[in-house]
């Protein structure tokens, strides 16, 4: 499966987005999704993850409260909706997709970078 990011940009501290992540070559019904992020000069970090279903979500703790994610499967789009976003939030952002069956993300995006100005 192929994915494209997009939905990235410059907000003001306390702003919203929303990154879509959609999907080409095949549909994620077989996938967990999952959305990452680099922030400059630090490691990529986990930021949240959607079950296949989309009935169950899981964030880091930084983002908790915040960030939420959703899948709208006849689009083969997976979205990652941010509010009352922070500067500590600018970073690139990366879907990732994870197939039921592997133990790891094994297909990335290309991502797209999210600025909060302050």
């Known amino acids: 499966v192929q994915l494209q990011a997009s939905g990235g940009g410059l907000v003001q501290t306390g702003g919203s987005l929303r990154l879509s992540c959609a999907a080409s070559?095949?549909?994620?019904?077989?996938?967990?999704m999952g959305w990452f992020r680099q922030a400059p000069g630090k490691e990529r970090e986990f930021v949240g993850r959607?079950?296949?279903?989309?009935?169950?979500?899981y964030f880091a703790d930084s983002v908790k409260g915040r960030f939420t994610i959703s899948r709208d499967k006849a689009k083969k789009t997976v979205y990652l909706q941010m509010n009352s976003l922070k500067p500590e939030d600018t970073a690139v952002y990366y879907c990732a997709a994870r197939h039921f069956t592997a133990s790891e993300y094994n297909n990335w995006g290309q991502g797209t970078l999210v600025t909060v100005s302050s």
């Open positions: 070559g095949r549909n994620l019904s077989s996938y967990f």
């Open positions: 959607i079950t296949r279903g989309g009935e169950i979500q």
